[in-house]
């Protein structure tokens, strides 16, 4: 019987409604064909397993998205690289530097419920055992009206409605992986002190909107430009580009660590980097996000998520496929190839113009 891939106690749906808690785990493969063949038994099994979890509460809402990196991709998988899946290109600009960390796999469980959450993490890592090595762990909470830990709300420029499976899920541009999503994470830290001394005003020229009634504020037509407008990605068609954000806020008081966790899936990888150098080269070149003052990016890694089928029916490596990770090549042919900027910029360069 095929699995089911809607609801609670699915894999694959970074579509699903945003929760209250997620954790966003990244984990690294261990060398040899035993780890190899360890992660695609429970990967391959995950709509199975997931399911003797959430079936304790079905209104908890559990979901978990696996995405593979580049350099796990051919470990795990005969089938062919997508389009656009590469290694995190990190972004250097002049005062801020996106860096690229390491990661095969993501794991992003989310639920309503943390002790569903908790629960499903301690029996994934069991079964992963000694064939992955946590990287990082970062758990988020929903904090408030959806804000974050600056006080604004965070993810208003998400799609709705239809616009979701257009704006994340890849189509037939790419029908080998059709249903599947580039998933980008960053953890950002920010010194909560320096950002509440700014006056509110401040505050909000930086973001691009208000804080208390989260209303747009004006783009600027040259010059400094806010985090908004930086983040609103047009091609040169003038098509909107849109991603869907599951950030979370995470951190501990008494450690006084706080921070946001960045997931973006995009159908478009180069969506997702095109905003990336906006917010730290600048556009203008120089003209940063002011945002990155008082929120640092400690990590950046990009995976694709297969669709929940996908999978599923994950096909086997082929003989001689690696034992250990082997980054893809720079360069190569098609949309493997890197710009000369370095950037991702696959298919057309996009101009960009003036959200969060």
């Known amino acids: 019987m095929p699995a089911d891939h809607e609801g609670a106690g699915a894999v694959q749906r970074p579509t699903a ?5 997620a954790t966003f785990l990244v984990v690294e493969l261990a060398a040899g064909a035993d780890a190899v063949d360890t992660v695609r038994d429970v990967l391959t099994s995950l709509s199975e397993s997931i399911k003797a979890v959430a079936f304790r509460d079905p209104d908890g809402t559990l979901t978990c998205t696996v995405g593979i990196g580049a350099a796990a991709w051919p470990r795990l998988t005969s089938a062919s690289l997508p389009r656009e899946l590469r290694p995190f290109s990190p972004v250097v600009g002049a005062a801020h530097t996106a860096p690229a960390t390491a990661g095969d796999l993501l794991f992003h469980i989310r639920a309503e419920r943390a002790d569903i959450v908790f629960e499903f993490e301690r029996q994934l890592l069991d079964a992963l055992g000694p064939a992955v090595r946590v990287v990082d762990e970062t758990i988020g909470f929903r904090s408030f009206d959806r804000r974050d830990l600056l006080g604004f709300v965070d993810g208003t420029a998400n799609p709705v409605g239809p616009a979701v499976p257009e704006a994340v899920l890849v189509g ?43 209303i747009e504020l004006p783009d600027a037509d040259s010059g400094q430009r806010s985090h908004k407008t930086l983040t609103t990605i047009v091609d040169d068609d003038g098509v909107e580009h849109s991603i869907l954000r599951d950030n979370m806020p995470f951190g501990s008081p008494g450690r006084g660590e706080f921070g946001t966790y960045f997931a973006g899936y995009s159908r478009h990888l180069w969506v997702i980097q095109r905003m990336l150098e906006r917010m730290f080269i600048g556009d203008p070149p120089g003209l940063h996000d002011r945002l990155l003052d008082f929120s640092t990016a400690l990590t950046g890694s990009v995976f694709f998520a297969p669709s929940g089928d996908g999978l599923d029916d994950l096909p086997a490596p082929a003989d001689g496929a690696p034992a250990a990770a082997t980054a893809p090549a720079a360069s190569g042919d098609g949309a493997a190839s890197a710009p000369p900027d370095g950037s991702l910029a696959i298919g057309g360069r996009p101009d960009a113009k003036g959200s969060r």
């Open 172 to 214: 037939d541009e790419d029908a080998d992986h059709a249903g599947g999503s580039y998933v980008v994470v960053q953890k950002y830290v920010h010194p909560l002190s320096a950002w509440r001394a700014l006056p509110t005003e401040v505050q909000e020229a930086i973001l691009g909107r208000t804080k208390a009634e989260n």
């Open 17 to 21: 409604a945003l929760t209250s808690h």
